[in-house]
């Protein structure tokens, strides 16, 4: 009896967590305090630590908000749902309400607004951290909460990446440096146009049911050959950026880690110019090269700064 009782919990906690932006999160967290460590700054690990959780914390309960909304309003519109636990559960004897996720939702924002107090206490002369951690908490609550419901705008993908790539490095930066520096606008710049061609490689598998359901993602807003031709223009634009930030300051030993991976990004672009033109898609390998092209580019830049 208990196992039943438990059980569906736990999937849910396990399933409807938000996996690949907390892992984005957590490397671009790195690269944030890594920029501070290579420019000399001591680094708190108390406040790495809080700065980390709380950026976690937000990612999870915007998720399991936009579950509850997309269950409330219609369940077969939650992608998230159909492919992970409620087609099963929603039919089973152990239903699962939607209070649960609010409930879930709710103390995962309880526990980020203790965090953020805490921060802001201690970080009452850095005002340039409050405002990166403000604008956090405001994109990540309004994605998935109603009346704007960001993540079905259309433009939800433009604006997680620029809370994954931006924002929450940036937090980490200035919560060690105190202030903006031209490097963190360097490395991650880049990186932002990563993400979104990974977001867009993402949603083409699931672009008819975006439309059937009328789903709003950039996708499906754009159309699939605009679509996949932003992905390509995304990708080239991301390594064009990264050698012009070298051309304009930003020292080589950090340039090259991340162009190393451009085969990577030129096999996902051959991959969606394969699918373009007819070929059978491969989408779990077109999933992996995706995730990898960013990941490795973090991860490559993020050594190169902690090793420098």
Same mark, same amino acid.
């Given at each position: ?57 937000? &990612? %999870? *309960? ?6 509850? +909304?997309?269950? =409330? ?6 992608? @998230?749902? $159909?492919?992970?636990?409620a087609e099963n559960n929603l039919q089973s004897d152990n239903q699962l309400r939607p209070a649960v996720l609010l409930q ?78 031209? &490097? %963190? *606008? ?6 932002? +146009?990563?993400? =979104? ?6 949603? @083409?598998? $699931? ?102």
């Open positions: 009896m208990q196992n039943k009782f438990f059980s569906p919990i736990f999937s849910l906690v396990l399933k409807c967590a938000p996996l690949k932006s907390m892992l984005s999160a957590v490397l671009l967290y790195v690269l944030g305090v890594g920029i501070a460590d290579y420019l000399g700054i001591n680094t708190h690990w108390n406040v790495i630590w809080s700065g980390l959780s709380l950026c976690l914390l937000l &990612l %999870l *309960a915007s998720a399991y908000l936009r579950a509850y +909304f997309d269950l =409330l309003e219609d369940a077969p519109r939650s992608q @998230l749902f $159909r492919e992970n636990w879930v939702a709710l103390v995962a924002l309880t526990a980020a607004a203790v965090l953020a107090l805490l921060l802001i206490l201690r970080e009452r002369g850095n005002q340039t951290a409050q405002i990166f951690l403000f604008l956090i908490f405001i994109l990540s609550f309004f994605q998935s909460v109603p009346p704007l419901r960001l993540v079905y705008s259309g433009y939800g993908e433009i604006l997680q990446a620029i809370l994954i790539t931006n924002l929450i490095p940036a937090l980490a930066f200035t919560l060690q440096y105190g202030e903006p520096h031209r &490097l %963190l *606008a360097m490395i991650t710049f880049p990186l932002t +146009f990563l993400h =979104l061609a990974m977001s867009l490689a993402l949603s @083409l598998p $699931r672009y008819a049911t975006d439309v059937k359901f009328q789903r709003q993602s950039l996708m499906s807003r754009l159309g699939w050959q605009r679509g996949m031709n932003l992905h390509n223009i995304l990708i080239l634009l991301a390594y064009v950026v990264l050698g012009l930030a070298a051309v304009f300051g930003l020292p080589w030993a950090l340039t090259w880690p991340g162009l190393l991976t451009l085969p990577v990004g030129l096999f996902q672009i051959w991959q969606i110019l394969q699918i373009g033109g007819g070929a059978r898609p491969n989408w779990r390998l077109t999933k992996i090269t995706a995730i990898s092209t960013l990941i490795l580019t973090s991860y490559m830049l993020a050594y190169a700064l902690w090793t420098g």
